[in-house]
């Protein structure tokens, strides 16, 4: 049936045609409100790459975003971010540089954020405007500039000046800079009362250098000595032979699944962990491990205290109460991405924070009774958790530290900056943090009528400018001919730096041209050859060349294997190098890490061998038929485990003390039997109904004791003398009788029994005393006294005979 309504046909090339209308709409209306929009985000615009940024940048670094004072713009719609800069990758002599002109701060409070490294940067702004947008809470790459002794964000690239931070990003960073990657700290020097850590890095850039250090120290392990319970070494100074020392760091240990060892906590902390406390570790982990590194635990299983790594590390902790359990805070925070990390937990009331790497991370709450603390009738261990077999919930990596400390300050103390000729980021930052309790932003461009520049820039205009004075003219710098003459600026106000005097952007060194008479030709007996030139019979060389001739060719880098330099910078290479420097040429190229140091021949690292460092070594060798698939790392065969194959494997595990002697065979103790030692054995038979469940220990039934039940029980007890003969029952001597022989038999016979009563009587005595009216006669007087007298009489008693 017909409709009287036409309906059209919508085809897919129209829908095509709508979709493109409404986002160019749709990305006019959003330019609209912002006056002049991006109009590179309508033209197929392609970001500059992270390394091209890097390259046209002053400054680049790391940074947290603390605030963005996004309510606070420009003209042009700009605004100030604080941020706290982690790690200066490029500029370091530029960030050295920042005066304490820079802050307008109390010292006090200057003191406070230099700690922290708080920087306002100006210049972000909506994407829309082609600025860089940031966001509180997040960690950012920097690309900046400076102006007027400030920090800015650059743009050599729309929203260029600012990239997520990842480690890949940061890689590429140092890689077009010039540089390898750091790595990792090495081993503290001292356990306690502090001691150095060191790293290192290559430049690859031999031709322009790298900007920045090669080499960078820190403190480390800065707390006192003592209080501290040093836990590997009471659990891991090797008590198993499934735990090994490792190679790298001499002392750290290597664990795998089956490594953990558990013991009684009183031996580890015998006054148990107070309160607060911390934790200090040092560890490298696995890729994607998710066990337990340290636990305590009750014998029902209950984890009292655990650190659980992964990508979101987890601080177990449950008191008395229960609290708070599964509820524990987790930490944001890959510890499990194969480096070695620095990390250290602080427990202070209800809070826990995680420090990692020198740096506090996070801090969060967890709920738990005031007065709750450690018990010490519990187990400690290291790699996993007592009684769990699950392979998941085991440590494997290495591990060189692990300290209790009654101290919850101590986990900021576990390493820091050096402050002396370091230059990490304590050594490049300047004296004075440069951050603004209510900060201004630095844009100075025109607005958007084009006349003018910002509120602060004009605010610089108006400064009171400093008298400038000049050196007098250096002389000639040549004797005849044209040469050169320079003078120098000075400020006469000696505390302003020289380019507030002089102004922005302007030089302090001026030159001017200088005349003297013509050079006459001097007579040379010696021909110069390849450009130098002749003065005093002496031939001055152009760069590239020298000899008393200028007749020898300079190489730079310098020829290698054998070459010989026969032009500037030009190599005549023998058979098996290359141009330009003669390097040696190995077919196929050297594999992991290789260095051709001769034609066709390999220099090798350590961890690899063969004609071309193709096949890893096992410096221990793989026991057991096992095969060296990676350095250090065998594969092992079925049956055994372990970094060299070294252990059989047998499961489940050999139980009651048994040890695994080959796979799936074990070797019982004495006092045990059965493929996996599940039984035990007792030397003589239970009696009176007891069983054997241990190595010679009898469970006895109600009524029975002893090593074998031999010993009947009666809970009252045998008095007079009575003998327990069967539970609950007693023989008795002649004469008593009762359950526990406490009723005695008896014929009462009559007799006598003595007994005393005392009674007063008085009497008069006579005694002499000083009379009369000086005392100087005596005089004899009566007195009445009383004395006790006792009398013995006789009672008839009975008495059981």
């Not at 700690?115 to 940067?121: D, E």
Request: proline share 6%; net charge positive; glycine share 10%.
């Amino acid at each position: 049936m017909i409709s009287g309504r036409i309906q059209p046909r919508i085809t897919r090339r129209h829908r095509t045609i709508v979709h493109k209308m409404y986002w160019a709409l749709l990305s006019l209306l959003i330019l609209a409100q912002h006056g002049e929009g991006c109009i590179l985000l309508l033209n197929g615009w392609m970001p500059l790459g992270i390394p091209e940024r890097a390259m046209l940048a002053d400054v680049v670094a790391t940074g947290y975003t603390d605030k963005t004072y996004k309510a606070s713009r420009t003209r042009a719609g700009t605004y100030v971010a604080q941020f706290k800069l982690l790690s200066i990758l490029k500029g370091g002599k530029i960030m050295s540089g920042m005066g304490k002109e820079n802050s307008i701060h109390s010292h006090k409070h200057m003191q406070q954020l230099q700690q922290h490294h708080f920087y306002n940067i100006s210049n972000f702004g909506d994407k829309t405007m082609c600025y860089a947008d940031v966001h509180e809470g997040e960690t950012y790459i920097l690309f900046l500039t400076t102006f007027d002794g400030r920090l800015s964000a650059k743009y050599d690239d729309i929203f260029g000046a600012a990239v997520s931070y990842s480690r890949e990003n940061e890689r590429q960073v140092l890689a077009a800079l010039g540089w390898k990657e750091w790595s990792s700290w090495s081993s503290c020097s001292s356990t306690c009362h502090g001691g150095v850590q060191v790293r290192e890095r290559n430049c690859t850039s031999q031709a322009r250098g790298c900007d920045g250090p090669a080499r960078e120290e820190r403190r480390c392990n800065i707390f006192k000595c003592h209080g501290l319970i040093d836990v590997t070494s009471r659990l891991l100074r090797p008590r198993s032979p499934y735990i090994m020392q490792s190679v790298d760091r001499p002392n750290a240990f290597i664990l795998d699944a089956t490594s953990s060892v558990h013991v009684p906590t009183i031996h580890v902390i015998p006054r148990g962990l107070p309160p607060d406390f911390s934790v200090v570790v040092t560890a490298r982990a696995e890729p994607g491990n998710h066990g337990y590194l340290l636990s305590i635990t009750e014998l029902t299983g209950t984890v009292r205290l655990g650190i659980r790594l992964g990508e979101t590390p987890i601080f177990e902790y449950t008191d008395h109460r229960g609290q708070p359990g599964d509820k524990s805070p987790k930490f944001p925070t890959n510890l499990v991405d194969g480096q070695w990390h620095q990390f250290a937990f602080s427990v202070r009331g209800e809070t826990v924070s995680l420090y990692v790497d020198c740096a506090l991370e996070f801090s969060r709450a967890f709920s738990r009774d005031q007065w709750s603390s450690i018990p010490i009738n519990t187990v400690t261990s290291i790699g996993g958790v007592f009684g769990q077999l699950d392979p998941k919930t085991k440590f494997v990596g290495e591990i060189e530290q692990l300290l209790l400390v009654a101290d919850p300050d101590v986990a900021r103390q576990q390493c820091q900056p050096w402050q002396d000729g370091s230059t990490s980021l304590e050594a490049s930052l300047p004296a004075a943090a440069v951050v603004n309790e209510q900060p201004q932003p630095l844009q100075t461009e025109p607005d958007d009528a084009g006349n003018g520049a910002s509120e602060l820039a004009k605010a610089q205009e108006r400064r009171t400018r400093y008298e400038v004075t000049w050196s007098s003219w250096s002389p000639c710098s040549v004797s005849c001919d044209r040469g050169v003459e320079t003078r120098t600026a000075f400020c006469k106000d000696n505390t302003v730096a020289l380019e507030e005097c002089l102004g922005h952007g302007k030089s302090s060194l001026e030159k001017r041209p200088c005349y003297r008479e013509k050079c006459e030709k001097e007579v040379c007996n010696l021909k110069c050859v390849n450009g130098g030139r002749c003065v005093d019979n002496t031939c001055l060389c152009p760069p590239g060349f020298e000899g008393h001739r200028c007749q020898k060719a300079l190489c730079s880098p310098p020829c290698q294997q054998g070459g010989k330099c026969v032009a500037r910078n030009q190599c005549s290479c023998p058979p098996g190098t290359r141009l330009p420097d003669c390097k040696p040429i190995c077919d196929g190229g050297c594999l992991n890490g290789g260095e051709c140091v001769a034609p066709g021949m390999c220099k090798c690292s350590t961890q690899y061998t063969g004609d071309r460092c193709q096949t890893p070594v096992c410096r221990h060798g793989c026991a057991n038929g096992g095969r060296c698939v990676g350095p250090n790392r065998c594969s092992c065969r079925n049956g055994y485990m372990g970094r060299q194959c070294q252990s059989p494997i047998c499961f489940p595990d050999c139980q009651n003390g048994g040890s695994c002697v080959s796979p799936y065979t074990c070797q019982c103790k004495s006092g045990s039997e059965g493929k996996y030692c599940e039984t035990f054995t007792c030397s003589s038979k239970c009696i009176n109904g007891g069983t054997c469940t241990g190595p010679n220990t009898c469970s006895c039934p109600r009524g029975y004791t002893g090593n074998y039940c031999q010993t009947a029980t009666c809970p009252r007890g045998c008095h007079n003398g009575g003998d327990c003969i069967a539970p609950s029952h007693c023989r008795c001597k002649n004469g008593f009788y009762g359950k526990s022989c406490e009723k005695k038999r008896c014929r009462y016979v009559q007799t006598s029994e003595s007994y005393r009563r005392g009674y007063q009587r008085k009497y008069k005595q006579a005694y002499e005393t000083k009379c009369g009216p000086w005392g100087w006669k005596t005089c004899t007087e009566v007195r009445t006294i009383y004395k006790t007298i006792y009398k013995t009489f006789f009672r008839p008693v009975y008495k059981c005979i």
